[in-house]
């Protein structure tokens, strides 16, 4: 049986920081065979994404982005190039912008539709509004730790 971390905390704010990091090893672990079917990762997904939404971002605006390392996120573009999802482009200097290739957007859809799916098998106890009440909490957690100006995302 796997030992969850959040399981022996007593403090509320510490128990819910350690139940997210137990809910994403553990949607990762179960989707891990599924995304690997893509050529993806659980560390480039959020890369991949990022560059989708952010066409000829640099290494660096892609770790701020996705809230990684630069070095973390260096040998994750360096992979993904490698295998032909993402194209680099010189920006001049050192600087280099990265670029979604088709292949990368296809397997990215994928995987998001992977992830969509063994997550929602796991919120099959929930009703529609413990879904609603649990994404809008779970929202404004993430607004109010990353001071992100973004309107809350369509779900």
Same mark, same amino acid.
């Given at each position: 049986m796997t030992r969850l971390s959040s399981g022996n905390a007593d403090d509320p704010a510490l128990k819910f920081a350690l139940m997210i990091r137990d809910l994403d090893l553990a949607l990762f672990r179960k989707a891990a065979p599924g995304l690997a079917e893509f050529g993806l990762s659980q560390a480039q997904i959020p890369v991949l994404a990022a560059i989708d939404e952010l066409p000829g971002s640099t290494g660096c605006e892609l770790a701020e982005a996705t809230h990684a390392t630069p070095q973390a996120v260096s040998q994750v573009l360096t992979r993904l190039a490698e295998c032909g999802m993402v194209r680099r482009e010189s920006? !001049? +200097?050192?600087? $280099? !912008?990265?670029? #979604? /290739? =088709?292949? !990368?957007? /296809?397997?990215?859809?994928?995987?998001?539709? @992977?992830?969509?799916?063994?997550?929602?098998?796991?919120?099959? !106890?929930? %009703?529609? =509004?413990? @879904?609603?009440? *649990?994404?809008?909490? $779970?929202?404004? #957690?993430?607004?109010? *730790? /990353? +001071? =992100? =100006?973004?309107?809350?995302? %369509?779900?």
């Open positions: 920006l !001049g +200097g050192r600087a $280099m !912008g990265h670029h #979604v /290739t =088709d292949d !990368g957007r /296809t397997a990215l859809r994928a995987a998001r539709r @992977r992830l969509a799916s063994l997550t929602e098998s796991f919120l099959t !106890g929930l %009703d529609e =509004d413990e @879904r609603r009440v *649990m994404i809008d909490a $779970m929202w404004r #957690v993430l607004h109010a *730790m /990353t +001071g =992100d =100006d973004q309107e809350e995302a %369509d779900v």
